[in-house]
C-alpha cells in the first residue's frame, strides 16, 4: 500500500475553506439590482459556483456581452462581494486542526480555485493559511476553468501525485465534476448543497469537526475506483459557454 505521502488533498476555496456562498450571493444579487436584472443570484450558485465570475455572468444576459463589459462587472461583484465578507471571513470548523493533521500524517496539500490572485490573497492570507498549502492554483494559472479538469490536474502535476491518489475536497456540482474529469475522488462539503444533490463523493461533510487522515484513508479504500462524470450534472444549465 503507498505510504501517505504518496497522496495529495486539494482544496477548493469559496466553499470549503470557507463558508460564504450566501456573501457571494448577496454581491451577485446587488450587481443585478443595479443591471436591471431579476435572476435569482443563490439559485444560479447552487448550480454554476465554481465557475470564474465572467462565466457565471454570461449566463445570465439573453444577448451578447462583450468580454472586456464582463469583466468590469465582475470587479464590480468582487468589490460588494469583499464589502459584505469584510469582517466575516473565518475558516470553517475544524479547518485548521485537519490541515495540520494532515501535513503531520504525511499528505501533500493543494489549493485549487477559479478565484483570481488577489481573491486568493483576500482569504488565505488573512486567515494564515497560505503556510499549510504545497501548491496554490487560481483561475490565472489554467486555461479552462471548472467544471473542465484543468484546475485540480494543475494542482495534482505540481505536486507530482498521480491523479489516482488525489483527493478533492469541493462544495460545488461543478467542482465535483472538475475532480472526476481529472480522475480524482472527491470528499463533498455541505456549505452549499445538500448531500443528495452530489453525484458520488466519498462522503459528505458538514465542516471538517472530526475528519482525521485515517478516515480519508479508510474513504479511499472503500471506494478504490473513480466515478465516472455526469454530462447531466456537468452541463450547464443556462446557456452553452
Not at 19 to 34: G, K, P
Not at 94 to 111: D, N, P, Q, S
Not at 215 to 222: I, M, N, P, S, T
Request: aromatic content about 10%; hydrophobic content about 45%; some cysteine.
Amino acid at each position: 500500500m503507498p505510504a501517505t505521502s504518496d497522496y495529495a488533498l486539494i482544496f477548493d476555496m469559496d466553499g470549503v475553506l470557507i463558508d460564504n456562498t450566501r456573501y457571494q450571493a448577496r454581491a451577485f444579487q446587488l450587481l443585478f439590482r443595479e443591471l436591471g436584472l431579476d435572476t435569482n443570484a443563490l439559485t444560479l450558485l447552487k448550480r454554476l459556483n465554481g465557475m470564474p465570475a465572467t462565466n457565471i455572468l454570461k449566463t445570465v444576459f439573453r444577448y451578447p456581452v462583450p468580454e472586456k463589459q464582463l469583466k468590469l462587472y465582475a470587479d464590480r461583484r468582487e468589490f460588494l462581494y469583499r464589502v459584505l465578507y469584510w469582517d466575516k471571513r473565518q475558516e470553517l470548523a475544524g479547518l485548521t486542526r485537519f490541515l495540520e493533521a494532515a501535513r503531520a500524517a504525511g499528505f501533500k496539500l493543494g489549493l485549487g480555485t477559479g478565484s483570481a490572485p488577489e481573491t486568493i490573497d483576500y482569504i488565505i492570507d488573512h486567515l494564515h493559511l497560505r503556510r499549510f498549502f504545497d501548491v496554490v492554483v487560481g483561475k490565472d494559472d489554467v486555461d479552462h476553468g471548472k467544471p473542465h479538469a484543468d484546475t485540480f490536474a494543475v494542482v495534482a502535476k505540481k505536486l507530482g501525485v498521480p491523479p489516482a491518489r488525489c483527493v478533492v475536497f469541493e462544495d460545488a456540482i461543478l467542482g465535483e465534476q472538475a475532480a472526476y474529469r481529472a480522475r480524482m475522488r472527491c470528499i463533498g462539503v455541505g456549505t452549499a448543497l445538500r448531500a443528495a444533490q452530489f453525484q458520488a463523493p466519498l462522503t459528505v461533510i458538514k465542516d471538517f469537526t472530526g475528519l482525521t487522515p485515517a478516515r480519508v484513508l479508510k474513504l479511499l479504500a472503500e471506494q478504490p475506483e473513480v466515478p465516472q462524470p455526469s454530462k447531466k450534472l456537468a452541463e450547464r444549465q443556462y446557456m452553452q459557454l
